[in-house]
């Protein structure tokens, strides 16, 4: 199935409910009802459907969550504060869940929840039953069976579990020698590292070959291997291949580091599933015999996590993988799961019902043992296809086109991935079990005491869930302990209102919690701040990041030097001090690469020199613009003393000034010769005719200027008689207001009685025109002299309503 087709098709359909929703919520529902009995039937009738579905709905997204759906009993309860809380966590729940698949649809990661979403069942299975595969969420841990149990509260470097090394080229026993990491903790290194990196594909990975049909599915099967007599066998056959697929599905809800529960393995012409939850599963250590075999390729998709699974539970290590994966990503594909290649590939629709099965049921049922095989039957069809597409697109003579080296490059990064204990860090949450990804995906605003209680309530679940070797999330989902760490719950009452989904464990554990929860609040009133601390990692995490490309100084070589006389010393601490900086001098650039040496000297070449060019001009450089002008050859003769001189003694002073005053805008600017020759110049103004004397100059005015002056006159014409009927019409009105405000003359004031009534155009019997008549005396004529406000919205018409629309 498209994933945007079906995105688009989800959001359409929302998009429609959403607005029939609103026009039904605009009409008089109630109105209606009241004023058809028939459609209230009919209401009645919908809202019963649609409280069935709404039920169904949250059935089946409770099913699928961590959460605890709430009951709908009747519509009223969706108004009720427990309901939509309940509402909330399933949602919650889903959204943390789709994350998780959304990475997984990308290919990023494979999935931690159970099954895995490449997982495909077969398109052409005939349709059977759906048989439950699901237990329930109490089915008995089969990890307490196992030969060696789990131990979650490891602190050292993980031991890798094998008891041989075949194909080694580096004897087991210095793949056991210890080292410290960046962290100072003591690991164990990956026992085949070296095999791994001096490994050569083989030529066939180079060649295109035509790719090898894959047998029918409906006319095969697969063998459950459950028996070491069974593992034996399927060893034997496997050492023939030349190429298998492998596949991993696995479980960690009820599991503090997960269990690898099934594994699938193909050739050209078998399929197994093996059963990986027997007590004897250590013993599946001897398929490294085929694993670590340089002379077969393993075929994995997103194989990041089951690199890691195999060795943490099986003690297997993969020799010669090829990472479909980053095939996909470098022939650039629109999609990288497993199930796009199959329908892009095989024309096989992957079935998602069973993608949440919990694969440690057993019996398998037929469905699942079917949904199962169908991961690597295809697989190495699809590897063949791929391949010779690789070889198609690369250039083998230049590595950065060469897709074949860069894809085998990153699946050899992928097969060196190394299992380590999961080590909790409560002061900054580093590592995946902290507490740091949480929070900094999430967008809170934490007090310091709701931050301290999240972070203590986040240790407590993950000491429980070691404890208990139960998953956090099944201990209490993410949504919860934020609830918590807002609401700060004082006592048990007050914890399971805040969160729904309670889980057995933590009923048990309630007072324990709201101890927890207690003591994080009072010593956190002076605690650290939340958006200091996230700073504080970035700041670290960005000098390591840092630090990475900062070039390491060569270490610098001390040789004593011989002890010096005392006059020696004397005159060289008299000397002036030179400091050497060449040290300082780096030899790399980390933009331009190596550099020059010091003594090097590189020709400029004139074809190399860039062509500069300046916007202005520059004048030319001689050596007179570096010269001083206030400088002479000769020294300067010394200045006499100043002089007194009377003020009736000196030349009277110049009253003329240089400023003017432009009177008339737009005319065009003479010289003073021409304003002085004209007759406008000649006609004295002021008391001089000097009209450098004059505060003004009259310039000469042009056609166009001249209109534009008048219609300028003209406006402010038309401004004046508009402003004086103003001014009269506020007169006339205050002269209205003051006669209003003078007191009621009763005694001559118009009878309403004996009002006079208008008698029109009539005529009298002689066919003459009657006198008009004075109107009638109207007492209520002075309501209607108020100011008139906004006319309505809606204006009525007949035959039509503007509340109902049909």
Not at 783 to 789: C, I, S
């Amino acid at each position: 199935m498209d994933f945007k087709a079906t995105d688009e098709a989800i959001k359409k359909a929302l998009l429609a409910t959403t607005r029939a929703a609103t026009r039904i919520n605009a009409a008089d529902v109630p109105f209606q009802r009241s004023l058809n009995p028939a459609a209230g039937v009919a209401l009645d009738k919908q809202n019963a459907r649609l409280l069935q579905l709404a039920r169904r709905l949250l059935e089946n997204a409770a099913a699928g969550s961590d959460a605890v759906g709430p009951e709908l009993p009747n519509v009223e309860a969706l108004d009720e504060a427990d309901t939509w809380r309940g509402f909330v966590d399933v949602i919650d729940s889903l959204l943390e869940k789709a994350d998780t698949s959304l990475d997984e649809y990308a290919g990023v990661v494979k999935r931690l929840s159970p099954g895995a979403e490449q997982a495909a069942a077969a398109a052409a299975v005939k349709p059977r039953p759906n048989i439950a595969s699901a237990p329930g969420k109490h089915y008995p841990k089969p990890q307490l069976l196992f030969d060696h149990l789990p131990n979650n509260n490891e602190t050292g470097g993980f031991r890798p579990l094998l008891a041989s090394k075949p194909h080694a080229k580096v004897p087991m026993e210095q793949c056991l020698q210890t080292f410290k990491d960046s962290r100072g903790l003591e690991q164990y290194p990956h026992p085949y590292q070296t095999e791994i990196e001096t490994y050569e594909y083989p030529d066939s990975m180079y060649q295109r070959i035509g790719p090898k049909p894959y047998k029918p599915f409906e006319t095969t099967t697969a063998t459950f291997v459950d028996t070491p007599e069974a593992l034996a066998v399927m060893l034997a056959e496997l050492k023939t291949a030349k190429e298998i697929a492998v596949d991993l599905e696995h479980h960690d809800n009820r599991s503090y580091i997960g269990m690898v529960s099934l594994m699938q393995i193909s050739t050209r012409d078998k399929d197994w599933i093996v059963d990986t939850l027997k007590p004897w599963r250590q013993q599946l250590e001897c398929l490294n015999q085929v694993f670590a075999d340089p002379n077969i390729i393993k075929v994995l998709h997103g194989a990041y996590m089951d690199i890691v699974w195999l060795q943490r539970d099986l003690g297997l290590y993969v020799v010669g993988l090829f990472d479909t994966y980053h095939a996909a990503r470098a022939l650039g594909y629109p999609g990288a799961s497993l199930a796009y290649l199959l329908e892009r590939f095989v024309k096989f629709q992957a079935q998602k019902q069973y993608q949440l099965a919990d694969w440690r049921v057993r019996p398998l049922t037929h469905e699942l043992f079917e949904y199962a095989r169908a991961d690597t039957h295809f697989l190495l069809y699809i590897f063949d296809n791929m391949r010779n597409e690789l070889v198609e697109r690369s250039d083998m003579s230049r590595p950065e086109t060469n897709k074949v080296m860069d894809v085998l490059k990153k699946s050899k990064e992928t097969a060196l991935q190394r299992y380590e204990h999961p080590i909790y860090d409560s002061e900054l949450g580093q590592g995946g079990s902290g507490w740091y990804r949480l929070v900094s995906r999430t967008p809170v605003q934490f007090t310091p005491q709701q931050f301290a209680v999240f972070k203590a309530v986040h240790k407590w679940r993950d000491d429980v869930a070691r404890e208990e070797d139960d998953s956090p999330i099944f201990i209490m989902p993410n949504h919860a302990l934020f609830s918590i760490a807002k609401e700060m719950p004082k006592d048990k009452a007050a914890l399971f209102t805040v969160i729904v989904h309670v889980s057995h464990i933590l009923k048990q554990r309630v007072d324990e919690l709201v101890d927890v929860v207690q003591k994080a609040k009072a010593s956190g009133f002076n605690g650290p701040d939340l958006y200091v601390t996230l700073q504080r990692i970035e700041n670290m995490k960005k000098a390591e990041r840092e630090s990475r490309y900062e070039p390491t100084p060569a270490p610098l070589a001390v040789t004593p030097a011989a002890p010096l006389p005392p006059a020696a010393i004397i005159k060289q601490s008299a000397a002036p001090i030179s400091l050497d900086i060449s040290t300082l001098r780096t030899s790399a650039s980390q933009f331009w690469g190596g550099l020059a040496p010091k003594d090097h000297d590189m020709p400029l070449s004139p074809v190399s020199m860039p062509d500069i060019s300046f916007a202005v001009p520059l004048p030319p450089l001689t050596a007179d613009a570096f010269a001083d002008s206030n400088t002479s050859t000769s020294p300067a003769a010394p200045a006499p003393p100043p002089k007194f001189v009377a003020k009736e003694d000196r030349p009277a002073e110049d009253t003329r000034t240089d400023i003017f005053v432009v009177k008339q805008l737009g005319g065009r600017k003479r010289k003073v010769a021409e304003a002085l020759a004209s007759p406008s110049a000649t006609t004295p103004t002021t008391s001089t005719a000097d009209p450098m004397l004059d505060d003004e100059i009259m310039l000469e005015e042009d056609e166009h200027t001249a209109r534009r002056r008048e219609k300028a006159a003209r406006k402010e014409a038309r401004r004046a008689e508009k402003e004086t009927k103003r001014a009269e019409k506020r007169a006339a009105q205050e002269a209205l207001d003051d006669e209003d405000e003078q007191p009621f003359d009763y005694a001559n004031a118009p009878s309403v009685l004996h009002a006079n009534t208008p008698s029109g155009d009539k005529k009298d019997k002689k066919g003459k025109k009657e006198k008009k008549k004075k109107a009638n005396f109207n007492p209520y004529a002075k309501l209607a002299d108020v100011p008139k406000g906004l006319p309505p919205v809606q204006k009525e018409s007949a035959g039509r309503s503007k509340t109902f629309q049909s």
